[in-house]
């Protein structure tokens, strides 16, 4: 039963430009949240997709954006990057509201030069 | 707004110990509460999830208690192992279908 599947795992961007992630969620699970992990801090709520719906949204700017699929993957895109978007970016996938818990993948390591 | 804390930051034990790693949330109306590990540059993987009825889970050497009342959770880890060295967040969902994370606790385990 496969996990959570991220891509790209590593992606070096410059300042300015925009980057795409995506995500696959484990089988059965309907939900996508995505979060930013900065080095050495605990990772940060950035928005929440079901039904194809941005369902929540953390303090993050309008730069970041994201799109789920009809098959629950889900894609999560940046703009106008900034050094300080440098981060591990997870996906985790889950049964609505997260009752049964989450399950995350590997992370994007997202660095901008 | 949520917050939680983990208490120790850091620790380092020798091989063989029993420890506890804390976890307090201001905001005790939480939906359940998630204990995660992450190694280092890797994603989080789930070690036990206590829904806010239950007091406490366990999973092999590992066991983790949830008092709601007071917003603490604690990981109690037996007989350490080296291969226990790693990051353990604790993350509480408050029911808005968002985790609210701790910033970890870095735990070594020396052989």
């Known amino acids: 039963d496969a996990g959570v599947t991220q891509s790209p795992t590593h992606l070096i961007k410059t300042r300015g430009q925009q980057v795409t992630l995506r995500c696959s969620p484990k089988s059965g699970h309907d939900t996508v949240s995505w979060y930013q992990q900065a080095l050495g801090q605990g990772p940060q709520f950035i928005f929440q997709?079901?039904?194809?719906?941005?369902?929540q949204r953390g303090n993050f700017p309008d730069r970041f954006s994201g799109h789920q699929f009809p098959n629950y993957s889900s894609e999560l895109n940046v703009n106008a990057l900034l050094l300080g978007d440098s981060a591990l970016y997870l996906c985790a996938s889950s049964l609505r509201q997260g009752y049964y818990g989450y399950t995350f993948g590997s992370g994007t390591r997202l660095t901008v030069v | 707004k949520q917050e939680v804390t983990q208490i120790p930051a850091a620790l380092s034990v020798p091989e063989g110990e029993n420890l506890v790693l804390n976890c307090s949330f201001t905001d005790s109306a939480i939906y359940n509460l998630q204990w995660f590990r992450q190694d280092p540059g890797k994603g989080l993987t789930s070690l036990l999830l206590i829904q806010s009825s239950q007091r406490e889970q366990t999973s092999g050497r590992l066991n983790a208690s949830l008092d709601k009342s007071s917003g603490r959770s604690t990981l109690y880890i037996a007989a350490s192992q080296p291969g226990d060295s790693a990051t353990y967040l604790c993350?509480?969902?408050?029911?808005?279908?968002?985790?609210?994370f701790g910033k970890g606790t870095m735990l070594l385990v020396s052989p």
């Open positions: 997709y079901y039904e194809e719906e941005e369902r």
């Open positions: 993350a509480v969902n408050s029911g808005y279908s968002t985790l609210t």
